[in-house]
């Protein structure tokens, strides 16, 4: 069975600099996909980035990016510039074929 | 372009009586999903709707019934509320139930069972 494990329960950033959420995943398939959402105090849960397996490539979305190695089975998100509004949970997510499997959060906290 | 909208945002129930979650998109979606939320815990499966006229178990299913009522809507049923059914629920939908396809979310429905 697939596993998504988040490490870090909470996490804390100055504005302004960088901050890398952790996230490994367990898995025998090949091709798959991931997601980082964003959960801010609203509860509105909003995709953050997506990543294909195949893809050597790391995924870019202006501030947000990731860094994927399939080997380890690691998908951790880096977060540039950090804004008062990133404060949110983050949740790293497993798709395979078409079951979206979640991780139990990382709670991040930016400080002015 | 509302996305997907869920009605209630609140709700307090007695253990014992029903209600249903509402749920709609206007992305012309063909799936739709519902999950709960726990503390502590990621989003669970409850039930799907990979297209308009069925329905399928998710990962955590007893306790709740669902209908796809048309392509927009997919409602969520509890017909006998439990203290553990307390949680926060979401609605999803997606181009399709495919490999790879991107969720979207709703702003969650907060149920509190007494």
């Known amino acids: 069975a697939q596993t998504v494990t988040q490490s870090q329960p909470e996490m804390s950033v100055q504005e302004a600099e960088t901050v890398t959420l952790s996230c490994t995943y367990d898995?025998?398939?090949?091709?798959?996909?991931l997601f980082w959402y964003k959960q801010p105090p609203s509860r509105q849960m909003i995709l953050v980035i997506r990543?294909?397996?195949?893809?050597?490539q790391n995924a870019t979305e202006n501030r947000f990016s990731v860094n994927f190695q399939k080997a380890a089975k690691s998908f951790s998100l880096k977060i540039s510039d950090s804004q008062l509004g990133d404060t949110a949970m983050y949740f790293c997510a497993f798709m395979k074929p078409d079951k979206l499997i979640f991780g139990t959060g990382t709670r991040l906290q930016v400080f002015p | 372009n509302a996305g997907v909208t869920q009605t209630p945002k609140f709700q307090v129930l007695k253990t014992g009586q029903s209600m249903t979650l509402q749920c709609a998109q206007d992305?012309?979606?063909?799936?739709m999903y519902w999950y709960r939320q726990d503390p502590g815990m990621g989003l669970r499966l409850i039930y799907y709707s990979a297209s308009e006229g069925t329905t399928d178990k998710g990962e955590v299913p007893n306790g709740y019934n669902v209908s796809r009522l048309n392509k927009r809507e997919f409602s969520l049923r509890l017909e006998s509320a439990a203290p553990s059914q307390t949680s926060v629920y979401f609605c999803a939908s997606s181009a399709y139930r495919g490999s790879g396809e991107t969720q979207y979310f709703g702003p969650g429905t907060r149920l509190l069972v007494l």
């Open positions: 898995t025998s398939e090949n091709n798959y996909y």
């Open positions: 992305m012309n979606h063909n799936s």
């Open positions: 990543q294909e397996a195949y893809k050597q």
